[in-house]
């Protein structure tokens, strides 16, 4: 009976991770295709040939545009891990007045779409003239409410009496923050930083709007480039781009996987 | 006491908010002034061998960018004046609102690539030099380009901008389908009626006779081969049009084409992707169907049957009048220095050489602006092996100069082309024809009032 179960278990597992890696797969073995195989609808290529993968580094500067996305994402990343964090522990820890009024004025920002505030934040990056930058790609997205929502209910179920005690030791309010706050929290941390650090990575359009040549551009806008509008696409050279691209999410992912779970559930049951 | 200091603080709140937005005001009033205040003292971007550095945006990507960067890179290896920089902004629709935002600026490029139906709005903006005052002064000798894409971007007697790639639609067909139905695969069908009883023939369990990729653009191609017109004011070429026309007679003919093919069965819908139509053809879902002229190669080169190429139908009771041609075209900005505008104008004339036109037409599939390039021993070669591509170009030249194929000119060509969109799914899913053109010409009006009011 038991062996029953577990076959079954295993069978539905099996058939769900299939469904859900399908189009992974695909991509893949489009990423060896010629254009003839692709249009007429064929899953397995004739010929592993490299081809494609030759093409996509020929036609694009892609390692520059991944070095650019791993900058920005690791900035963006960076950048809301310490914003949010400061936010959210004054939010907890310091009472000032109308605390809660600037709590809630704060996370009903998250009401406000990212589109309707893009022209405004672009607009202040053109004035600053950090077009082509970093610092324009990055630094609009530091102050997140989300961010800073997660946390405050992570930092709320610290105790009260960890923060008396540590102000009887001594510990100044940034010692406090650094030495006892920020590593009770390391699983929530842990969350909002791949959080971050994907949806930078999956950004299109900001990225788009901000540079106008190639000298900081991420691999999302190349992948765009490798698509035509009138002329027929060669999907086998996109493919093979997208896989070199989502190679090193997939690597964080398994590298990050054990952490990543722990926050994801630790949140839920709270 | 509390009450009253919580309110306090909300007033100081706002207080301060209005204060923030008065600032980001005055700032952007005061930037945009410095901006063009830069502009006067022209600046101009040099490299250090003294080339003036001008930047050309564009949104041509895959093959059309390889093509691009190549052409770009020749010319400037070909003198040692001028350097041009391509950049890549998106799709038509992308780079055209990242130019609002900036058209004026010194972020501005000297030369952007603006699509055909930008045309009206671009010229309305105020931020380009009209192409005609450097046709003038440099006495450029027009009639060597092909007239019948000039007449599209030529306003009031000026032309505004420098037609680049320039593409029409073209109807193809499956050579080893029309075989197989007994059809004389040389000839393909030519009205409507005639592409109707193909596509009942044609017509096998897993092959559907006739599909349309549902995109307004095919739509306005089929309204303008009847010599219909899309709005008044002769297409918004005379004035600004005021009213859509294209739910007149010749709208409805195109329209009830469609109805009669989806009723009997014999039309397949593929929705608004240019790839899945494709897929479909090559796949052999479909046996007829209409296309870009600039897609045409990449077609033959994958479909493992003959493919044919043919013009695009028109109704039993009218003459054919030919197509409207789609694409885009390059346009100058105003306000940059002088020297900027000189690096511009020289570069589209390199552009419009025939050598640079044949090799454009090649490897794009794009039709050559200067049909002198024709003459090209390559393009002859090319022919010779795919004589479809030059039925595209028989189709362009054979098309009569009128108001209907001249296209019709509107800022809120976008919109309505959604309109149209909508409308085709509609019939499809069997609303009256008439019915649905007049609601798409209904929403297509009030987006015009609103536009003209607002201009």
Redesign the interface.
Same mark, same amino acid.
């Given at each position: 009976m038991r062996v029953w179960k577990k076959l079954i278990l295993y069978f539905l597992l099996i058939v769900t991770s299939i469904i859900m890696f399908f189009p992974i797969i695909y991509a893949f073995m489009i990423s060896f295709m010629t #254009? #003839?195989e692709i @249009? !007429? #609808?064929k899953l397995l290529p004739s010929t592993f040939s490299l081809d494609n993968y030759v093409k996509v580094f020929d036609?694009l500067p892609l390692f520059n545009y991944l070095i650019n996305s791993f900058v920005v994402s690791l900035g963006v990343m960076l950048g809301q891990l310490v914003v949010c964090s400061l936010a959210a522990y004054a939010f907890v820890f310091i009472s000032f /007045?109308?605390r809660d +009024?600037i709590f809630f @004025?704060f996370i009903s920002t998250m009401m406000i779409p990212w589109e309707a505030t893009m022209?405004?934040n +672009? +607009?202040?990056i053109? /004035?600053l003239d950090w077009?082509n930058t970093y610092q324009g790609m990055t630094l609009p997205f530091f102050a997140l409410a989300f961010g800073t929502f997660l946390l405050r209910q992570h930092f709320k179920t610290i105790p009260k009496e960890l923060h008396e005690a540590s102000q009887i030791a001594g510990l100044s309010k940034f010692g406090f923050f650094f030495r006892v706050v920020l590593p009770v929290s390391k699983t929530s941390l842990v969350t909002l930083g791949a959080y971050g650090f994907l949806t930078t990575w999956n950004m299109y %359009?900001w990225p @788009? %709007?901000v540079t106008? &040549? &190639?000298s900081v551009r991420t691999v999302q806008?190349g992948l /765009?480039? %490798?698509? !035509?509008? *009138?002329?027929?696409? *060669?999907?086998g050279v996109v493919m093979a781009g997208v896989i070199v691209v989502i190679i090193p999410t997939l690597l964080l992912l398994f590298l990050g996987q054990k952490q990543l779970q722990k926050g994801l559930t630790q949140g839920a049951l709270k | 006491m509390r009450k009253s200091s919580k309110f306090g603080f909300l007033a100081l709140l706002l207080l301060s908010l209005f204060a923030l937005v008065a600032c980001t005001n005055s700032d952007s009033s005061s930037s945009e002034k410095d901006g063009n205040e830069g502009k006067t003292e022209k600046e101009v971007v040099t490299t250090e061998e003294g080339k003036t550095v001008i930047s050309f945006w564009h949104a041509m990507s895959g093959a059309g960018q390889t093509s691009l960067d190549a052409i770009v890179a020749d010319f400037n290896a070909s003198q040692d004046k001028y350097e041009v920089q391509a950049e890549f902004q998106g799709s038509y629709e992308e780079s055209l609102t990242k130019l609002r935002s900036v058209g004026g600026t010194k972020d501005a490029p000297a030369i952007t690539q603006v699509f055909e139906v930008g045309t009206k709005y671009m010229i309305d903006s105020g931020f380009v030099e009209p192409i005609q005052n450097f046709i003038d002064k440099d006495k450029y000798d027009l009639s060597q380009l092909e007239e019948n894409i000039l007449n599209y971007y030529t306003v009031d007697d000026q032309l505004y901008s420098m037609p680049f790639n320039s593409s029409t639609p073209v109807m193809l067909y499956n050579k080893d389908a029309f075989k197989a139905a007994g059809l004389d695969p040389e000839k393909a069908p030519e009205t409507f009626s005639e592409v109707i009883d193909a596509a009942a023939k044609l017509k096998t369990d897993d092959m559907k006779g006739f599909s349309m990729l549902t995109y307004g653009w095919f739509f306005e191609e089929l309204v303008a081969t009847q010599g219909g017109l899309y709005v008044n004011e002769e297409n918004g070429r005379a004035g600004d049009a005021t009213e859509a026309t294209f739910n007149g007679p010749e709208g409805l003919n195109a329209f009830n084409f469609l109805d009669t093919m989806n009723k009997a069965g014999t039309f397949g819908n593929f929705g608004t992707n240019w790839d899945d139509i494709r897929a479909a053809f090559q796949s052999g879902k479909v046996a007829m169907y209409m296309d870009s002229s600039a897609g045409v190669k990449g077609i033959i080169d994958n479909a493992p049957f003959e493919v044919g190429a043919a013009y695009i139908p028109y109704a039993d009771e009218v003459k054919r009048n030919g197509v409207v041609i789609g694409g885009a075209s390059l346009w100058m900005s105003k306000g940059i220095a002088e020297a900027e505008q000189e690096a511009a104008w020289e570069f589209m004339k390199y552009l419009t050489t025939p050598e640079i036109q044949a090799r454009w037409h090649l490897e794009t599939g794009y039709f050559a602006i200067n049909p002198s390039a024709y003459e090209e021993q390559n393009v002859k070669d090319a022919w010779e092996v795919t004589p479809q591509l030059k039925v595209t170009v028989d189709q362009l030249q054979s098309t009569e100069p009128s108001i209907a194929t001249q296209g019709a000119l509107i800022s809120v060509f976008p919109e309505s082309r959604q309109q149209i969109v909508t409308a085709l799914e509609n019939l499809y899913q069997g609303m009256d024809a008439q019915e649905a053109l007049d609601a798409a010409a209904e929403g297509t009006n009030r987006a015009i009032e609103i536009a003209n009011k607002t201009k």
């Open positions: #254009g #003839g @249009l !007429s #609808g036609r /007045k109308g +009024f @004025l022209i405004p +672009f +607009f202040t053109q /004035k077009i %359009l @788009l %709007l106008t &040549n &190639n806008i /765009k480039q %490798l698509q !035509s509008q *009138e002329v027929a696409t *060669e999907w | -």
